[in-house]
Structure formats: structure tokens, C-alpha cells
């Protein structure tokens, strides 16, 4: 499956900037005149990604997107030093090849990767896997099982003790994105001002500090191309830090979209957990559970903060697109899905 297609204008870098800058850090590029062929990703919302195909290897760049962005988000050069600390640690990383903190190449940090070739669970899979319900059953707790895999890393053996800020992780994750949807509100979307309130009077305590990925789904994942049943990777770890792993959970089976949930979760939809066979959000939370060892008594709250914090994501990719930051006609419905994000929330809470 093509999941890439030419760069979008207001998205196009200095292709012959950074050939130079990495033709000078990785061997067998100083002679190829003219460059890379550059495609652009289509998937994903945040950080922008793209393919640097060379006539005998393929890489990818990342980069921050344009116009206003929250101060902590689309640090390239902590997304970076995740990954290659993880490396030797979780397998599921791809190899890192160099990073960029020189304005002067494209006016923004960036940094290039090893391509992990392999399929990526988009909206619906290619036309070419196709699973029976046994099959789509086992590969989601397959995918289950690499969240349980990660947050069982030492984060001393990685070394990345550090991005850890100690107890109070959930009241910090709260009263944060509720700050960020505060700031990133327009007029078309709810105040939410008694949904943030239910979150901070019903938050529990950190169940335990581990590495958590903290944009976990389905179409972050590649599997193999001869074994669609079978992680090879995991993506995009922008927001990688030390966290309480319901929280991660929660976060991930906000994407989780199942076969008889409502249309506006069905338009909403980025990834195929409606196949039949895929396990609803409540066996997801069981069999996790289980294999994690932890309990899931207040899951309530987890599944809400999943959905608002989700919400204050979209908003802040909607803000953009509203101020005409970005003109990605892709975002311009985000509104719609803030609103319902923000009504079926609240309905949990209630």
C-alpha cells in the first residue's frame, strides 16, 4: 500500500540543504549528485514525515510542523535521543541516523531515520491482508502485548530515567492538557469547563512510574510485510516519557474504534479495530490488565481522560487550520470531532 504521495507545498523543505548536511554524516551519499526523490507521508497530524528514497536505500526525515505550537510539543532532538536509547533495550525501534539542531538547513530541527519496511495499519488495510476474525483478534493483543513489553523497560537500563518528573503524573497530565485546550479553544468547540473539572476531582494516584509511548494506536505500529500478524516496529514517539501506563492505555483505546459504535466514531475512524474478530476497548483493558498486573477499578477515568486529552489534540491541529496556519484541508473538520470527543466524554463522566 502507497501511503505517501508528492510534498504539499507549505509543507516542502530545502531537499538539496539537507542532502548535503547528510550526504557529510552517512557514508555512500557524497556522490550522488541531485539528491533524494522526496515524498510525503500522509498519515499521521503533528509532526511531518517524510521519504527520502536513494537509488539503494530509502530513509525518513521528521520535522515540526508549521505555525503555533505548545512549548514542551515537536521536540525532535528528545523524539530522537527515545529512540536511540531504547534501541538496545526494545527492539521495536527504528535505527536512527542523524539529528539536526542547525536553523541554517530548513529552519527547523529535524532528524533521519532507517525506513522500517513493513505494513502500517491505516484506516482500513491494504487489499492484499486480509484477516479472518481469529487472525484480527490475535494480532490486537499481539499489538496489546508490545504496549505490556514497553512498559516492562528498565527506564535506568535505556537511560532515560530523566524524563521522568516523579510522582503525580496523572494530576500533571490533567491540569496540563486542560491548560492546552484552554489555550487552543475557538469559538465552534465546548468550554468543557465541567468535564475538566470531573477530571480533576476524580483523578486516582499513579498505579506505578514506568516508559510509556503516549500516542499508542494501530497505525503507529508496522508489521511484517510476509506476516501481518507479526510488530516489527513502532513509530512516532514524539511524546515518549515516564508515566503511569493507564494513562497510556487510556490514550490508546481512545483511537479504538469498535464495529457498533456510533457514526460520528465510525467517520472518526483511523484504524481498523472494527474488523470482526478485534476485541472491544473493555476486553482490551481486561487482557492488559492481566498481563500487566495492575488492577483496572477506576477505569472510567482513564477512558475519559483518553477522549478529552484526544479532543485537546485535535483542537490544537484544528487551531492551526482556523488562524490559517496551515491550509491542510485534512484538518478542516477537526472542530466536528473536538465536539463529539468532548459530548461522548462527558457522557462517561455522568
Not at 514542551?72 to 542523524?98: N, T, W
Request: with cysteine; net charge neutral; proline share 6%.
Amino acid at each position: 500500500m502507497v501511503d505517501h504521495r508528492a510534498v504539499r507545498s507549505e509543507d516542502a523543505f530545502d531537499v538539496a540543504a539537507v542532502h548535503k548536511w547528510l550526504a557529510e554524516r552517512v557514508d555512500g551519499l557524497d556522490g550522488l549528485a541531485g539528491g533524494p526523490e522526496v515524498r510525503q507521508f500522509s498519515g499521521g497530524a503533528s509532526n511531518l514525515t517524510y521519504l527520502l528514497r536513494y537509488p539503494d536505500r530509502d530513509l525518513i526525515l521528521r520535522r515540526p510542523p508549521a505555525g503555533r505550537k505548545a512549548s514542551s510539543a515537536h521536540d525532535m532532538g528528545r523524539e530522537y535521543r527515545v529512540q536511540k536509547q531504547l534501541a538496545p533495550v526494545f527492539r521495536y525501534v527504528p535505527g536512527m541516523v542523524a539529528f539536526c539542531d542547525d536553523p541554517a538547513v530548513i529552519g527547523a530541527d529535524f532528524y533521519v531515520m532507517e525506513r522500517l519496511n513493513g505494513i502500517i495499519p491505516r484506516k482500513d488495510f491494504p487489499p492484499e491482508v486480509q484477516l479472518d476474525p481469529v487472525q484480527a483478534r490475535t494480532l490486537a493483543f499481539t499489538v496489546v502485548d508490545t504496549l505490556v513489553e514497553l512498559h516492562d523497560v528498565d527506564p535506568d537500563a535505556a537511560g532515560l530515567a530523566d524524563l521522568g518528573r516523579g510522582a503525580g503524573y496523572v494530576e500533571r497530565q490533567v491540569r496540563g492538557w486542560s491548560d492546552r485546550y484552554r489555550k487552543a479553544r475557538t469559538w465552534n468547540v465546548p468550554k468543557a469547563e465541567r468535564l475538566m473539572s470531573w477530571l480533576a476531582d476524580n483523578q486516582p494516584d499513579d498505579v506505578r512510574s514506568c516508559l510509556i509511548h503516549n500516542d499508542y494506536r494501530l497505525d503507529n505500529v508496522v508489521l511484517a510485510a510476509d506476516d501481518p500478524l507479526r510488530v516489527v516496529g513502532v513509530l512516532d514517539w514524539e511524546m515518549a516519557t515516564i508515566g503511569d501506563p493507564l494513562m497510556d492505555l487510556g490514550g490508546a483505546l481512545a483511537y479504538w474504534i469498535q464495529h457498533d459504535d456510533p457514526y460520528l466514531s465510525q467517520r472518526a475512524r483511523r484504524q481498523p479495530t472494527h474488523l470482526p474478530g478485534m476485541p472491544t476497548r473493555h476486553e482490551v483493558v481486561e487482557y492488559y490488565c492481566d498481563r500487566a498486573g495492575l488492577p483496572a477499578g477506576n477505569w472510567a477515568f482513564y477512558e475519559v481522560f483518553g477522549l478529552f486529552r484526544l479532543a485537546a489534540i485535535a483542537q490544537q491541529i484544528y487551531y492551526r487550520y482556523h488562524h490559517k496556519q496551515t491550509r491542510n484541508p485534512a484538518f478542516r473538520q477537526f472542530w466536528i470531532t473536538v465536539n463529539y470527543l468532548i459530548q461522548r466524554a462527558g457522557k462517561i463522566a455522568r
